[in-house]
């Protein structure tokens, strides 16, 4: 009895181990709604900042939202697709400061053009 309670509990862990990994390979580069969903609740994707300078939004809704899919980088330069939401529609040209988990963008704030990393300036800008 025991040996089985034992076998299924380091069954399920392997399960699950494969499941959050191959959701790590999944949501590294996509951007979309899932993606977001999957990189928040995985606890294997780290929380970390990531720059956009930016353009012309994707769509407005009626009530003013504006929705943007745009290429950011990290500090180190490495760069991914990334979308997210303004509460109205954002300057273009501007810089951003996105907090993010991975696909899933928790809050942004506008940052100087000399406060971002150099590394990723050059991809963004």
């Not at 392997?14 to 999944?26: D, R």
């Not at 012309?56 to 745009?70: C, I, S």
Request: hydrophobic share 40%; charged share 25%.
């Amino acid at each position: 009895m025991l040996k089985g309670l034992i076998k299924g509990a380091v069954g399920v862990t392997l399960i699950l181990g494969v499941l959050m990994g191959g959701a790590l390979v999944f949501s590294d580069d996509a951007s979309g709604e899932f993606a977001q969903i999957v990189d928040r609740l995985n606890p294997l994707v780290k929380e970390g900042n990531v720059y956009v300078k930016t353009a012309q939004p994707l769509e407005v809704n009626g009530y003013g939202t504006a929705h943007y899919r745009q290429v950011a980088a990290d500090e180190k330069g490495n760069k991914r697709t990334i979308e997210f939401s303004g509460m109205s529609k954002l300057k273009q040209g501007h810089y951003l400061k996105l907090e993010n988990k991975g696909a899933f963008v928790k809050t942004y704030e506008e940052v100087q053009k000399e406060e971002i990393p150099k590394a990723a300036l050059a991809v963004i800008d």
